[in-house]
């Protein structure tokens, strides 16, 4: 039979005829692409013929045309989705069709396409060897090819084509699928995991990422409960942290709520899918597809949610435990650690400045009222601290009733500060008057640590408390520098005070009419190399508002202790040991069983002990001071006031104070004539010491003049350095031997 011939059936030839044949249109059914390879233009007519109008699967044919092997690998190589190719074997070379087929197998690494070999030659193709090396549906002499075997060869090819590409797209969905999830678990934000999700179903589907999630456990921007837009791309992208009641599109928007309320998957109009998630109730995804999706498409979607609903709730944790480390709950504000973030992420900006701010006096508030007005009140400052700055300035708790505020310095300033307070708040019906200190400090556009920025910050703040209470401080780079000179000083100190480089010096106490010692003070030292030391007056200040005082003065108490043990044992018997006692240690709750504890552990006699407190404490609560005064006196431990003169304490309360001594501060202490105001100063804390039955003790007596005009006013005892210098333990022996030697003698 000649090769230009192709059978119609069994029993006829059919003459391949030179008309014209069209090409079967596409329509609204996708068709199967059927690429006829033959350089006989012929045989092309003829397939056409043959073909026409011919519906498989429901589905029409389309027929790409190609005259050699290289012109069906440039159509192939465009990527057109063909299904079955019609290959000429012998065509510009013996084997062009064989290498064709492994062209496609191999370099197109296309395995779906299914091929059917014709063949005018039988004998340059064995059909077994080519069918089992190359893949090959069917291998046919174009002799017996007729219309019904080619139909039949074309229908099992492709249907041999649509089960192959069902199973490489189900397989390439769920490849897609474990990407996504990949991908999707390394995002921890809500709304960028939901945007991820939608943008890995529409690829799924292979269709562009449009679409929206809304979820319904969030609250919209009026406060109602209700869907809210948490994700959205392509033309509902202005959607976003929008209420779901406000889509424009009203099938869209009823579809999504059926969605939510039947808590299923729905696919019209578009692609409903929901995300099961208890923490939300439930999410759910629009996508506008046309048309419903395939049966492997709606498997493969049931996979996708199933999984993601997983990664939906971890994120919802995930955003739960970010808001609790991150923001304050009270306020919904930034806290501390998040706002210190902020200031190391946009710090280094242009023309910024930072503020702190802390209410006056919120304490009495919260304490006379209730702590939830105190609550209301805080919720209320943030209100109208956002009203006044506006979203270009970042506000946050920094701390119980102090706010941080960072934005561009034109719009922070001390007007707009004042400008918050300047009319009263309304908490709860009631009517409140606020103010505030505050600290400003302009950025200077460089990188900085937000800890280390918000430390400046907190240091002019706390000046200002001190200073401008109720006004804006600024910071300055000096104020800066003896702030951290005082860190590092603390810091020393501490060093110090656990490598034992700390010790204790003593200064005698005597009686000024006859110079008889009649006890010592046991003051702290610090010396930070041979000759070198600091002030008790700028380390104990420090070691105070630390907390240090608390350890560093149980230290002091048992020393002394036990140095007094030591004199006694070594005939200095019946001396007594002052020993000065911070505020903050004395307000500790287990004060007097230490006392208790020391003494029992030093073995020295109570009656010799001698605690000197600063005169502020006077300003305490008078009953619960005397309380704890009782249980000291009690152990048999004298206590005197120190440093008086320079406080706050009145006659009156003086008179309620249960102590033994006054020690009149060295301030007062002064030649006669110094001043007229010293000079009446000191008959006057004389005699009040003498009112109430006081022991009186004068600090810094240089001169004989002194002692004379002390002695005159009644003043019984005094310390300085007319009569010894402060000095260690072992020349305190030897001093103390010396005035045993020269009792008789006057000082």
Not at 257 to 272: Q, S, V, Y
Not at 291 to 319: K, Q, T
Not at 606 to 631: D, F, M, Y
Request: glycine share 8%.
């Amino acid at each position: 039979m000649s090769n230009n011939a192709l059978a119609l059936d069994d029993d006829q030839v059919v003459q391949f005829i030179a008309e014209p044949v069209d090409e079967a249109p596409e329509g609204p059914i996708d068709p199967w692409r059927i690429l006829i390879v033959d350089d006989e233009p012929d045989v092309h007519e003829a397939t056409l013929l043959a073909l026409r109008d011919l519906m498989i699967e429901g589905r029409p044919l389309a027929f790409l045309r190609a005259y050699s092997a290289q012109e069906a690998r440039t159509i192939l190589a465009r990527g057109p989705e063909v299904a079955v190719v019609l290959l000429d074997v012998v065509m510009e070379s013996e084997d062009a069709g064989l290498r064709l087929v492994h062209w496609i197998r191999r370099d197109l690494d296309n395995p779906l396409i299914r091929i059917i070999l014709r063949t005018g030659q039988p004998g340059h193709a064995p059909e077994i060897e080519t069918i089992r090396s190359f893949d090959i549906s069917d291998y046919r002499t174009k002799s017996e090819l007729t219309r019904a075997r080619l139909i039949t060869s074309l229908t099992v090819a492709i249907r041999s084509y649509a089960q192959l590409r069902q199973i490489e797209l189900g397989r390439r969905g769920l490849e897609l699928i474990i990407a996504a999830s990949t991908d999707l678990i390394q995002r921890r934000a809500l709304p960028q995991f939901a945007e991820g999700v939608i943008t890995q179903v529409c690829a799924l589907l292979d269709m562009a990422p449009e679409g929206l999630i809304c979820a319904t456990s969030t609250k919209s921007p009026s406060g109602e409960a209700g869907p809210v837009v948490i994700a959205a791309l392509g033309r509902y992208r202005a959607m976003l942290q929008r209420p779901l009641t406000e889509l424009p599109e009203a099938p869209v928007r009823e579809a999504l709520h059926r969605c939510l309320r039947e808590r299923r998957h729905r696919f019209d109009p578009g692609i409903c899918l929901y995300f099961e998630s208890g923490e939300a109730q439930g999410l759910a995804a629009y996508l506008p597809r046309v048309g419903e999706p395939s049966r492997l498409d709606r498997h493969l979607l049931e996979v996708f949610c199933a999984n993601i609903s997983v990664g939906f709730e971890n994120v919802l944790l995930h955003d739960r435990l970010f808001q609790l480390a991150y923001y304050d709950p009270l306020t919904g504000l930034p806290n501390r650690h998040h706002f210190i973030q902020l200031l190391e992420a946009r710090g280094g900006e242009p023309d910024m400045a930072l503020a702190l701010l802390d209410l006056d006096d919120f304490a009495h508030i919260a304490t006379t009222l209730d702590h939830h007005f105190g609550d209301e009140v805080l919720k209320a400052v943030a209100e109208r601290l956002a009203q006044t700055f506006g979203p270009e300035v970042v506000l946050a708790r920094v701390a119980g009733d102090a706010f941080g505020l960072f934005g561009p310095g034109d719009l922070i300033t001390p007007e707009r500060i004042q400008q918050v307070f300047g009319e009263p708040l309304r908490v709860r019906d009631e009517t409140l008057r606020l103010s505030a200190t505050s600290s400003l400090m302009a950025l200077n556009g460089q990188p900085a640590k937000g800890g280390d920025l918000l430390k400046d910050a907190g240091i002019a703040l706390k000046q200002g408390k001190r200073l401008a209470r109720g006004k804006t401080s600024h910071f300055s780079e000096t104020l800066g520098q003896a702030a951290r000179k005082r860190m590092r000083m603390l810091s020393d100190l501490r060093a110090a005070f656990s490598s034992e480089r700390l010790s204790l010096v003593f200064q005698p106490l005597v009686e000024l009419s006859t110079g008889r010692v009649t006890g010592t003070e046991a003051l702290l030292r610090w010396e930070i190399e041979p000759g070198h030391w600091v002030p008790p007056d700028q380390f104990i200040p420090l070691a105070e508002q630390s907390g240090l005082i608390v350890p560093l003065g149980e230290w002091v108490l048992r020393t002394a202790c036990r140095e007094l043990r030591r004199l006694s044992e070594r005939g200095h018997a019946g001396l007594r040991m002052a020993i000065n006692v911070s505020h903050a240690q004395f307000r500790e709750p287990g004060f007097v069983p230490m006392l208790k504890h020391i003494l029992t552990e030093t073995q020295v006699t109570a009656s010799q002990i001698e605690l000197e407190l600063t005169e502020s404490l006077a300003i305490e609560h008078v009953e619960g001071l005397n309380a704890k005064l009782a249980e000291i006196r009690g152990l048999g431990i004298r206590v005197a006031v120190d440093d008086f003169g320079t406080g706050y304490s009145s006659l009156s309360v003086l008179r309620q104070l249960q102590i033994d001594r006054l020690k009149i501060d060295r301030s007062f202490i002064s030649e006669p004539a110094a001043t007229p105001t010293q000079g009446g100063i000191l008959p006057l804390i004389v005699a009040l010491g003498q009112q109430c039955n006081l022991t009186l003790i004068a600090e810094g007596i240089e001169t004989e003049a002194q002692r004379q005009h002390l002695l005159s006013l009644g003043c019984q005892e005094g310390q300085g350095f007319l009569f010894a210098r402060p000095m260690p333990i072992e020349r305190l022996e030897d001093w103390l031997a010396a005035a045993v030697s020269n009792q008789d003698q006057p000082v």
